[in-house]
């Protein structure tokens, strides 16, 4: 039993590193599988303004850290490089660091991203256990019908409505950004309730757009749940209903939605690119937006390895914890 | 609940050939008349579909916003790309929902743009749901090294984040236009469904009916599309309203990031427009709210759908006493 365990564990890490570094290999590949190159990007940008001279050619591409040597020394190199986090210069903010702009975003991103998610899965569990036990009534029906148009809503164009009608035309919230121009970034309260202020619609918006998920998710398993015997068998014994539907039911439904919960999670430091587009909030996911219109192929290829690595690492984590909690899937 | 009636096709020969031993004779009725015994199938998962409200709502949607763009040329009022009217200016009368920043009526944008919008939905649903197909029940189906290898290619595709994987992908093949836009959308959309497909493959290859026809020497092909495809209808189409629900919104979003061809005239690449034009500030709500809303109305019409065709899959799911 125990040897059965350890293999179990030991199978997970093992396809852990596996996929790491099919990700990262990707992540190689897929820049070199595309036509152009990001020099050519560069020069074309540049001779807009005028004509390019060998010379100036040459020291772009040794600036930019063009790529030498056969495909396999590249990828040595390229390993090397992700091993000592060193992802070289940005194209569009040069001389700036690559690592230096995500670690400037990634504190926004995070905090914003990550605490709306963390109140959507705990708002969109509870109402979907609730609806799942009061299944067929008003508060069901409503519930499924909402939830269903939220997800349906394109989250940028939520994020338009928002900053249309609350930003705009009532004038109750600022339209842009995530902190006053004005502000400078410190940890004083005017800061912080500024930084707030600025963090209402987008919150909202990635809130409302993510909650229908949740909700469905947890009410349609809950709904399996409780339809199995050992739930029948604690009514039967006259449990208190409260107990049957928390301890019993709702329980035992978390579990799958704890996975992508999990997910959802790791993708977090991926920002919402869409909704921080709209509202000009300067997270990962702008970032990300400036990189791919700009072309600055160092900045998106390390952000999107971070994206990639921090959901692996997310769902490796839920693997684990779902053998200790469920020990049916260690079989 | 376990009293429920059953009432499709789908989940009648499903038990039938496992349980039953009328079995063998129901194969050979739908062999003698194989069309009669599809539509007759199809005629009772519809009418299955039909009786649940919500899915009813679903589908007479959809069949609207499919309507409306098909005849686009007969209802527009106008020709969407001729910028002939009075630039910026909200609803009236000739313009019901207003005009562009370049003069273009916005209720002929909105219909015309429709066709790109659902096309690209259905088609992008459609190729990722036959992907997934292929890979659920072949992967689902075999019971070797190959299929430990499908299932990595498929996890590392379930956890490459899409958003910043279309993007990027969109990025560098620039310009590309619409295929580019399905292509991407297909890439990173199939893996779900595999996963899907497969489990319900491997706990229907376990089932008499598959066995019987292993033993009576049929080939795995064969049984993967004979036996066990016809049984997983519910959920390959379930699959495919999925797939094309996630695939609309994709691309709306793709489009609005300017990532498409902006020059044709869809949902997205309207909403692309309006932002680049400033429509916020200039006030024009209609603009804004039209094209999102039918993206919208797109998606749920696709996701009520999906809740009657649950009920083919799931009876537990079914809703109330039907």
């Known amino acids: 039993m125990k040897g059965r365990h350890v293999r179990y564990f030991f199978g997970k890490i093992g396809l852990f590193f596996v996929t790491l570094w099919a990700a990262i290999t990707v992540n190689f590949i897929l820049p070199r599988m595309m036509p152009g190159s990001p020099a050519d990007a560069a020069i074309a940008k540049l001779s807009q303004n005028g004509p390019v001279t060998p010379e100036v050619r040459a020291s772009i591409e040794a600036q930019l850290g063009m790529p030498k040597g056969n495909l396999l020394s590249q990828y040595w190199q390229y390993l090397g490089d992700v091993v000592h986090l060193n992802f070289g210069v940005s194209y569009s903010n040069f001389p700036q660091n690559v690592s230096d702009l995500v670690g400037a975003a ?83 309260m005017d800061f912080i309730s500024d930084a707030v202020e600025h963090s209402i619609l987008p919150a909202l918006t990635i809130l409302l757009t993510s909650l229908g998920s949740y909700v469905m998710g947890m009410r349609n398993t809950m709904i399996n749940t409780l339809g199995d015997d050992y739930v029948t068998f604690a009514e039967a014994n006259g449990l208190r209903q409260r107990t049957v539907m928390l301890k019993y039911a709702a329980r035992n439904a978390l579990l799958p939605n704890l996975t992508s919960f999990g997910l959802v999670l790791g993708g977090v430091v991926g920002g919402s690119l869409l909704v921080e587009q709209v509202f000009n909030y300067p997270g990962v996911g702008l970032l990300l937006y400036q990189a791919v219109t700009n072309q600055d192929y160092p900045l998106m290829q390390a952000i999107f390895l971070m994206i990639t690595i921090s959901v692996l690492v997310a769902n490796f984590i839920v693997d684990i914890l779902y053998g200790v909690l469920d020990p049916r899937t260690r079989r | 609940m376990t009293n429920s009636i059953v009432s499709t096709g789908m989940q009648t020969s499903a038990q039938g050939d496992g349980n039953d031993p009328q079995g063998p004779q129901v194969r050979t009725a739908r062999g003698q008349n194989p069309v009669l015994r599809a539509l007759e199938v199809i005629g009772k998962g519809f009418r299955t579909v039909w009786e649940v409200p919500k899915a009813r709502f679903g589908l007479i949607l959809l069949a609207l916003i499919v309507l409306s763009t098909l005849f686009a040329p007969w209802l527009s009022p106008y020709d969407p790309k001729a910028g002939d009217f009075e630039a910026s200016i909200g609803p009236s009368a000739q313009h019901w929902l207003g005009t562009t920043s370049n003069g273009q009526d916005v209720l002929s944008q909105l219909l015309w743009g429709g066709r790109v919008s659902v096309m690209v939905a259905m088609v992008s649903g459609l190729l990722s749901t036959c992907i997934a197909v292929l890979v659920g029940l072949s992967w689902g189906y075999i019971r070797s090294f190959a299929g430990e290898f499908v299932g990595f290619i498929v996890n590392l595709f379930l956890v490459i984040p899409s958003l910043p994987l279309m993007i990027i992908i969109a990025a560098y093949l620039q310009n590309g236009g619409m295929s580019v836009i399905i292509l991407v959308i297909v890439l990173t959309g199939w893996a779900w469904g595999s996963r899907v497909l497969r489990s319900q493959t491997q706990s229907l290859r376990s089932r008499d009916f598959v066995t019987a026809a292993a033993f009576s020497g049929d080939s795995s092909w064969r049984i993967i599309f004979h036996e066990i495809f016809p049984n997983m209808l519910s959920l390959i189409i379930n699959n495919f309203f999925g797939a094309a629900t996630s695939g609309a919104l994709s691309e709306a979003g793709l489009e609005f990031l300017g990532l498409g061809d902006s020059t ?59």
């Open chain 2, 264 to 322: 044709t005239v869809s949902w997205g690449t309207m909403l692309y427009w309006a932002q680049n034009n400033n429509v916020i500030l200039t006030g024009q709500w209609a603009l804004l709210l039209a094209p999102g809303l039918m993206v919208a109305l797109l998606a749920v019409s696709m996701t009520f759908i999906n809740f009657g065709v649950d009920r083919l899959s799931n009876p537990r799911l079914r809703e109330g006493k039907a």
């Open chain 1, 106 to 188: 990634l504190p926004w991103t995070l905090t914003l991203v990550g605490l709306v998610t963390i109140i959507s899965f705990i708002i969109g569990t509870a109402l979907g256990a609730l609806m799942a036990w009061k299944r067929g009534t008003a508060v069901d029906v409503t519930g499924t019908i909402s939830s269903s148009f939220l997800s349906a809503f394109p989250s940028f164009w939520l994020a338009l409505m928002l900053l249309f009608f609350l930003g705009y035309k009532a004038g109750i919230f600022p339209t842009s950004g995530a902190y006053s121009s004005t502000a400078i970034p410190n940890f004083s």
